[in-house]
């Protein structure tokens, strides 16, 4: 019997190798691990979901998850609801702005942020928003409540609670399995060992684990 497989998607400006703590602990919990890594500045939206929906379906095994970070999160949920048939049993976004992003829309203001930012970040929240989630799929998002150092501290206020980086009401993607807030920045959650062991929850029962669970 194939053991289970997790499939990890970057955020924006990564290489998936940000992950690597997350893909260990995983590994060592018995999954087996793949990086999906993208090209999401050059690459339209669409394109970067056919390419993740080619290597779900080459890495599948006969339990399939999805782990996916930021951007990653959304690339995830729109691949899933182009290409309903992949063999994907839940889903983890981890910070991810599901239902908008002021820092993007602050970035995209500008000229040279529109460059850096790429097609993918805007059409995948703003020219095509998910709206709600309808798929066969459980989805589970933990969003971060702490600020960190970071790309978040350069754009002023955001609205609060955020990550410093994403605000928690922009993961809030209705329709999901369940929502979990810790305290953990955008980038601190993919080194945290609470978002690793909650995210394994997820993916064994369905849901986080609750304080007086």
């Known amino acids: 019997m194939a053991r289970e497989t997790i499939i990890l998607v970057h955020g924006l400006w990564m290489t998936g190798l940000e992950m690597s703590l997350l893909r260990r602990h995983f590994q060592n919990q018995g999954y087996a691990v793949h990086r999906f890594s993208y090209h999401m500045v050059r690459?339209?939206?669409?394109?970067?979901?056919?390419?993740?929906?080619?290597?779900?379906?080459?890495?599948?095994?006969?339990?399939?998850?999805?782990?996916?970070?930021?951007?990653?999160?959304?690339?995830?949920?729109?691949?899933?609801?182009?290409?309903?048939?992949?063999p994907v049993e839940r889903v983890v976004c981890?910070?991810?702005?599901?239902?908008?992003?002021?820092?993007?829309r602050r970035i995209l203001r500008y000229k040279p942020g529109r460059t850096i930012i790429g097609k993918t970040l805007p059409e995948g929240i703003f020219e095509y928003p998910l709206r709600e989630w309808q798929g066969t799929q459980q989805v589970g998002v933990i969003a971060g409540t702490r600020w960190g150092v970071g790309f978040g501290l350069v754009?002023?206020?955001?609205?609060?609670?955020?990550?410093?980086?994403?605000?928690?009401?922009?993961?809030?993607?209705p329709g999901i399995q369940d929502h979990l807030e810790l305290?953990?920045?955008?980038?601190?959650?993919?080194?945290?060992?609470?978002?690793?062991?909650?995210?394994?929850?997820?993916?064994?029962h369905g849901s986080f684990r609750r304080a007086s669970s």
């Open 43 to 86: 690459r339209s939206l669409a394109t970067n979901c056919q390419l993740l929906r080619d290597f779900i379906a080459r890495h599948a095994g006969e339990t399939t998850h999805v782990v996916a970070h930021s951007l990653g999160g959304v690339l995830a949920l729109h691949t899933l609801r182009h290409y309903p048939e992949l």
């Open 183 to 204: 305290p953990v920045s955008h980038n601190g959650m993919l080194l945290s060992r609470q978002t690793a062991d909650q995210s394994h929850c997820f993916l064994q």
């Open 155 to 173: 754009l002023g206020h955001l609205p609060r609670p955020n990550d410093g980086l994403i605000a928690v009401a922009e993961t809030c993607l």
């Open 94 to 104: 981890l910070g991810s702005p599901l239902v908008g992003s002021e820092a993007g």
